[in-house]
């Protein structure tokens, strides 16, 4: 974070998300290659927009220093079965709206814990082009698209 402050501070310039995400990466890998260092042991994602590419930006971080670009991820118990609904959700459709992306990151959560989610049971953030700012929804936007999905079955 300190590179992130540094680089604004001196380059009048934000260092971009992967920049940000493969230092973190390198930081992550050192504490594996010693036996009295104790390892991290959090996987982190980071999204944001990148102005210079036009589009938005998600990576993942995991313990071993390894960092990843991802058009969709998933993290934690049950990531191997969230990815492969990703996956297959990819293969029927590769480009999504905002709001389309969002109600397939709710019924992946959904598909994957095999239960339905209330409004107040779901935090849900967004970047997008048109609010390149990190945006977390509202309870009753998150409503709105539950209302919506519930229509669409």
């Known amino acids: 974070m300190r590179l992130q402050h540094s680089n604004t501070s001196a380059c009048s310039y934000e260092v971009p998300c992967d920049v940000?995400?493969?230092r973190i990466g390198e930081i992550n890998q050192v504490y594996t290659q010693s036996a009295e260092m104790r390892p991290l042991g959090c996987a982190m994602l980071a999204i944001s927009y990148d102005e210079e590419l036009g589009k938005p930006q998600l990576y993942k971080s995991d313990p071993s220093g390894f960092v990843a670009g991802?058009?969709?991820v998933?993290?934690?118990d049950k990531q191997t079965e969230a990815m492969r609904h990703l996956e297959n959700e990819f293969r029927k459709q590769e480009n999504y709206t905002l709001e389309e992306a969002i109600e397939l990151a709710i019924s992946c959560l959904s598909h994957t814990h095999s239960m339905d989610f209330k409004a107040t049971e779901l935090e849900?953030?967004?970047?997008s082009k048109a609010d390149p700012i990190f945006r977390k929804l509202t309870v009753e936007e998150i409503d709105a698209h539950l209302v919506r999905m519930s229509e669409k079955d």
């Open 20 to 22: 940000l995400l493969h």
């Open 70 to 72: 991802h058009r969709a």
């Open 74 to 76: 998933a993290v934690g």
């Open 124 to 127: 849900i953030a967004v970047v």
